[in-house]
C-alpha cells in the first residue's frame, strides 16, 4: 500500500539521528570508543538484584507485578523522600512521581506545554534526549549562550526580553555534552530571573551523585520550588535498563503530566520501581553511589591527564567536577566532524560537538569525550590518538 | 507562578478520565467489583519470577540491566518469532517491535500518524485505552456500527465512502468492552474491504489466548500483512507490571515508530525483556496459557450462568468464547449510570457502557461487566445484586 499519506505532519520534525549513524562504526572490534553516554557495566550493582528481587516477591507478592498508578509505586516514592532530602530536596509522597526512564517525563512536558510554534529557551550545546523528546510537538529552540560557568544570566536577560519563552530547560549540574555546572553564584541570580520573570524551569539533573572533588551545588527545585519542574534518574546510580526516572513540580504541571503519562504508558514497570523501592530503603543506593565515584574518578583524572599530556595547546577543554563528559573545544578552523572519520580509522571514537547545537553551523570545532566506558588505559591511548589527529589535521 | 498559560492547546483534548473517577469507590471494603479489566492475581506466575531473574543473570549479566535498543532485546524477539508462528502470524526477528504495553505502541501510533482533525474509524463501544491514547493527538473518531459479530461490513464501507479515514482500529478478538470477536467470514470481508481502499488497520489483539471455547480465529495481520499494523501484550499471560508490548507491522510505519520512540521512553525495560524471554525460551508461557483458562473459564461461566438465571428479560448478553468481558444491554429506557449509584450501595459494581462509546449519548443501557478478578462465588452475589437492581429500577 502507499504508506506515504499516512504520516502525521508533526513526523516531519522527527528526522532520523544522525548521530546514530555516525557511531554506527564504534562497534567495530578494537574501537576504544569515548562516545558513548552510557554507565559502565561495573556502575551496576548486579550482585544485588537476586537478594532484590527475592525480597520485593516476599513484600510485594503479585502486587509487584500487576497493574498499578501512573503517578508511581508508593513504596518507592516514599523510599525516594529522605533520599531527594539528602540532597536537600524537600517534598512528599504525593509531589514525587515515577516516569519511564527521565525521557519519559521529557515527552511528557513536550506533549503537555509544546503548542507548535512556542519557543523555549535551551542551553547551547543541549541535551540531545531532550530535542528529541520536545521535537514531535514542534518548539522552536531559542540558544542561551554559555560559558565554563554555565549559561550566562545576562545571555539568558535577553532571551526573555526578546522572545515569548514558554519554559526553559536547563542541565545545571554535570550537563550532558559539556560536563559543565552553573556556579552557586550564578544559581542565585538565574533563580531569581526565573521568578521574575514568572516562568517555568525544567531542571534536568541526571549527574549530580556523580561528584568527583568540589561541594555539593543547590537544585534550583531547592531555591525556587514553584517555579521548577525538578527531574532526576536511576539510571547513572541503580541500572539504566530498568528505566526509572523521578519528577517533582508543581501540582497543575504534575496533574497534566499523570493524565498524559496514562495515555503514553498507564505506569512504568511496577517491577522495577518495587526493585528500586528495596534498593533506596535497603541503603544500597547510598553504599553504592560511593563505588560508583570510585570508579568514574580515576577514569576522568586519566582522562585530563592524558589531555594535558597529549592534547594541541590551542584546544581548550573543560575540568568539570563530576559527571561523565569532558568537552573541549579547538581552533575555528577544525571540523571536528572530519577528524572524526580519520580517528575512528586509527580506532578510536568521540561525538563532533556541533550534533549538540539546536542550530545548524555552530558548535564545528567542539567534541564531546566520555570515560565512563573505558578503562584508565583504554583512555590514555585513545586520547593519545585523537591528540595525534588533531596536531595532524585532515 | 500562573500555570495556566503553560498548557498546549492539545491538553484541552486529554479530559480527566470520568470512569477513574466514578470507580474510586470500588475499592471501598466488602464491593465485589465486577468493574475492573486486568488480570487475576493467580494468573500471575509468582513463583517463577525468581528462577527467571537467576537464568537472566547468569546468562546476559549485566546486559539485562543496560541501555538497549528501542526496537526490543534482540534474545525477545528471537523467542517471540515462533510464539507468534503458533498463532498463525509468520514474521522475523526484526520485524516484531518491543514496546511499553499496548498503550506505548498506541502513544506512538498517534503521535506517528494523526494529524489534529485526522478521521480514524473505530468500534462503537471502542478501547478506553486507544482513546486515551489517540486524543493528545486531535483525531475526529468516525464510529463503525456493531452487533454481535463484531463490526459491520456495510458499516465500514459507509464510513470509508462517506469520510476521509487515516486508518482502522480494532480490537477483533473477545474486544474490550464488548467481549465481541469478528467471524471468520466477516474477517475475509473486513480485511478484502481494507485492502481494496488502501487503508492501514491498526489489530489490538491482547484476549486471543485466553480463549475458552470455539476455534481460534486467524489475525488480520495473517490476511493483509501490508495493511496491519499488529500489536498483542504480555499482560494478560505473564504480568501486566512488567509493561511488555509487542508489534509487527510494515517496515515504513514501523521505522517512524522506532524514531518516535527513541523519543517517549528510549527503549522498553530490559530486565523485563529478558524475563520475558526466558519466560517464553523456557516453555512456561505455553504451559501458563492453559492453567489461566482453567482460572477464569469456570468464572466466565458462573458469570453467564447466574446472569441466565437473575438477569431481567429485558436485557440481552453476549456469550464471548473468551476474554475478560461481558456486555448487557438493557431496554432504552435504563440508565446504567443511575442504576450504577445504586448497585454500589449494595456493594456490586459495573461500567456504565456508555463511557466506552467516543460519541456522547450513546449505549446509557449498556454495562460491561469483568469476572476474571473475583471468585465464582463472588461472582454469582454481585450478578445477583445487579439483577436486582435491575429489576427495580430506580
Not at 74 to 80: H, M, N, T, W
Not at 179 to 187: D, E, Q, T
Not at 301 to 322: C, H, R, T, V, W
Request: aromatic residues 10%.
Amino acid at each position: 500500500m502507499n504508506y506515504e499519506k499516512l504520516f502525521a505532519d508533526r513526523t516531519k520534525n522527527m528526522g532520523a539521528n544522525i548521530i546514530r549513524e555516525i557511531l554506527k562504526v564504534v562497534s567495530q572490534p578494537g574501537m576504544i570508543s569515548l562516545a558513548g553516554g552510557i554507565p559502565a557495566p561495573q556502575s551496576i550493582p548486579l550482585d544485588l538484584i537476586q537478594e532484590l528481587t527475592s525480597t520485593v516477591l516476599k513484600k510485594y507478592g503479585a502486587r509487584a507485578l500487576q497493574y498499578d498508578l501512573t503517578e508511581g509505586f508508593i513504596p518507592l516514592r516514599e523510599a525516594l523522600v529522605p533520599y531527594l532530602a539528602n540532597k536537600g530536596i524537600h517534598t512528599t509522597v504525593p509531589e514525587v512521581c515515577i516516569s519511564s526512564g527521565s525521557q519519559g517525563v521529557l515527552d511528557a512536558l513536550g506533549k503537555v506545554l509544546i503548542s507548535p510554534g512556542d519557543e523555549i529557551a535551551v542551553e547551547a550545546p543541549t541535551y540531545l534526549g531532550a530535542i528529541s523528546a520536545f521535537n514531535p510537538y514542534g518548539p522552536k529552540y531559542v540558544c542561551i549562550d554559555m560559558d565554563e560557568e554555565g549559561i550566562i544570566p545576562e545571555a539568558l536577560e535577553k532571551v526573555i526580553a526578546t522572545h515569548n519563552i514558554k519554559f526553559v530547560y536547563l542541565v545545571p549540574t554535570f550537563q550532558n555534552p559539556t560536563g559543565r555546572s552553573l556556579s552557586l553564584a550564578r544559581r542565585h541570580i538565574i533563580a531569581e530571573i526565573i521568578a521574575k520573570n514568572d516562568l517555568l524551569l525544567i531542571e534536568d539533573d541526571p549527574y549530580s551523585d556523580l561528584r568527583y572533588r568540589g561541594e555539593p551545588l543547590p537544585t534550583f527545585y531547592s531555591l525556587i520550588p514553584g517555579h521548577v519542574l525538578y527531574t532526576t534518574t536511576l539510571s547513572k546510580v541503580f541500572a539504566p535498563g530498568l528505566r526509572i526516572g523521578i519528577y517533582i513540580g508543581p501540582e497543575p504541571v504534575r496533574k497534566w503530566l499523570i493524565l498524559a503519562k496514562q495515555g503514553i504508558d498507564l505506569h512504568s514497570s511496577t517491577f522495577n520501581q518495587a526493585l528500586a523501592a528495596e534498593y533506596v530503603l535497603g541503603g544500597y543506593l547510598q553504599k553504592q553511589i560511593p563505588k560508583i565515584v570510585s570508579l568514574y574518578k580515576p577514569r576522568q583524572e586519566a582522562m585530563l591527564k592524558a589531555m594535558d599530556q597529549f592534547f594541541p595547546a590551542s584546544y581548550k577543554y573543560s575540568k568539570p567536577e563530576g559527571g561523565m563528559f569532558i568537552w573541549a573545544e579547538g581552533p575555528q578552523e577544525d571540523d571536528t566532524e572530519k577528524l572524526y572519520w580519520k580517528c575512528v580509522e586509527r580506532k578510536a571514537a568521540y561525538v563532533p560537538g556541533k550534533f549538540f547545537f539546536p542550530n545548524p553551523g555552530q558548535g564545528l570545532a567542539t567534541m564531546r569525550l566520555n570515560y565512563t566506558m573505558s578503562n584508565e588505559d583504554e583512555i590514555e591511548k585513545a586520547i593519545q590518538i585523537i591528540a595525534d589527529v588533531l596536531k595532524e589535521g585532515l
